[in-house]
């Protein structure tokens, strides 16, 4: 019955979020709908102020798979609009290395143009400046960089088709290709017969843009944009003045000197859609994602596997425990409960404080936080309030809540230290605010020292790092001493037993009784529920694509607080049975041993998924690995402490003690 109950409650939970998701059918500042009408049309409908005729395309960071180092549009010389100002970014933009700029590519409302110049960028390869901005073009069509275009806030995707005939609509287009000197196209080179030449580089220097729109039901309020799509081209251009986009490729070859001009170009139509609604614009780009049913299947077969295990592992505590507690109840005598053995021989010691339990209340604080700061995250993606559409929405939502959750934190960490019997409170208030948060701050500010050095847009700008030391200090460290404050001023935590003075001498413990066997193989369960999801959390985070299924993601992080919970509570309740009454650090080691398993996936990810090369993207791979493998140790340990805890507390409160 538990095991059913269970899967009634995970899938309401699944089908809440999907059902308030489809209800709340608003939009955040920002995210509102945009009407756009031509130029005459607007005029006329003075009444509809709201109603624009100028299109405006803003372009994106340019990243790459085979580089960690994402680098800012105008790194690589392209085509720039210094008249107007950057649009605003919020802090989780910021963090992500996200660098939105306006472009000279300006448009008006259902006005068709073909081939229409941009800018001619000339180079000579004997002026030094200029040799190094082509080479740094060359070295981005090399790495398949990829642009990012934005227009009404949606992604201008390149749509190609791939194996069986379906259609990848890809958020991003190559800078340019490259020929190797044995004639191998790599990249984006094998869609073009032309691109030939042997040890050339071939540059996509003009785009055909077709932007859908639908048009509302009331036609005076305008249209809406619904898609923008583009295909990438190559044109050498008989004449850079006046371009006429016929012509061999733009070809740079890499023994090529002297000067060479690379003139920029576009051609755009407009297309009424009527099939497609304003409010389901980004389907189709979602659903092209590669592997998305192949997602769908293995996370609901992990899903129910993992349900039915904690619920066999549910049922075999409960029976267990209902036998022990019976028959140690029904015991009348002295000499019965001598000749009893197990977990109720080691109630005066399973109580006393564990070694380093300063350290140990420091990491069940900021594990704390990080729970909070998690669920809250996940509860408002899986609602839609943080959808790939409100850009930079998540990062800012976790850094906002993780500030704001110092109280928390404080507190926990000042209960469970009294309750060791510590007395340095200062020293614990102190590490609770600065330990955690500073071996992530340090490793974070070395990886953006990398960023700096190499100039890379993911390099987070002086102020905004000075901004986060000021959130930290400022609001996060307060808000943890008053927690501290309230967690040391109640009263300890009440023991249903007392702790005996001299402790107790543990017997010696079988292989599998051992702390470190315990630890690796209570790890196993809890990543087995995950991994088919961190493989698409990772795909998101060094492949660049986009992560839209939060109603799963939250789905398996409550699989996970159950499996964490249930595995270390067995784990404890075995070595309770073998006398060991050291179980404060092994509960939180046992689930925080998860967090290896998680590194050593990560490494597997790096060596077998992605083609990045060279040393700064390598360190900073595995710096920013690090950073999320601490982060999930604390989160994991914390549960696990926490329901052996309360499994501890239960069972000994229950049974009759001499």
Partial sequence: MVVFHRVRVVFLLLFVCGSLRNALSF???????????????????????????????????????????????????????????????????????????????????????????????????????????????KKGMLLNYQHHWIVDNMPVTWCYDVEDNQKFCNPGFPIGCYVTDTGRAKDACVVNADFNDKDTFYIFNHVDITIFYHKVENEAAGARLVAAKLEPKSFKQTNTEKPDCTGPPMSLSNKFKGEIKIPYTYSIKFLEEKQIRWASRWDYILESMPHTNIQWFSIMNSLVIVLFLSGMVAMIMLRTLHKDIARYNQMDSVED?????GWKLVHG?????????????????????????????????????LSPANRG???????VLWVLLGTPAGYVAARYYKSFGGEKWKTNVLLTAFLCPGVVFADFFVMNLILWGEG???????????????LWFCISVPLTFIGAYFGFKKSGIEHPVRTNQIPRQIPEQSFYTKPLPGIVMGGILPFGCIFIQLFFILNSIWSHQMYYMFGFLFLVFIILVITCSEATILLCYFHLCAEDYHWQWRSFLTSGFTAVYFLVYAIHYFFSKLQISGLASTILYFGYTMIMALIFFLFTGTIGFFACFWFVTKIYSVVKVD
Avoid at 456 to 470: C, H, K, Q, R, Y
Wanted: hydrophobic letters at 40%; one cysteine or more.
């Fill in 393 to 399: 929405a998540l990062m800012t939502c976790a850094v």
């Fill in 27 to 137: 939009y955040l500042p920002g995210l509102a709908p945009v009407s756009f009408c031509e130029n005459e049309a607007s005029e006329k409908n003075s009444d509809v102020p709201d109603c624009k005729s100028s299109i405006e395309l803003f372009v994106n960071r340019l990243d790459s798979v085979e580089s960690v180092l994402p680098y800012e549009y105008t790194a690589f010389d392209f085509c720039a609009d210094q008249s107007e100002k950057r649009p605003s970014e919020n802090l989780g933009q910021v963090l992500f290395g996200e660098r939105i700029e306006p472009s000279p590519y300006k448009f008006s409302f259902n006005k068709n143009l073909e081939c229409q110049n941009v800018c001619v960028k000339p180079y000579n390869t004997e002026k030094l400046e200029d040799k190094a901005k082509l080479d740094f073009l």
């Fill in 337 to 341: 409960a001598q000749e009893e053995f």
């Fill in 456 to 470: 890379s847009s993911a390099a987070m700008p002086f102020g905004t790092l000075v901004a986060i030391l000021a």
């Fill in 349 to 385: 010691d399973v109580f006393r404080p564990p070694r380093k339990g300063m350290l140990l209340s420091v990491f069940l604080g900021s594990g704390t936080q990080i729970f909070i700061m998690t669920f809250v995250t996940l509860f408002f993606a899986c609602l839609g309030f």
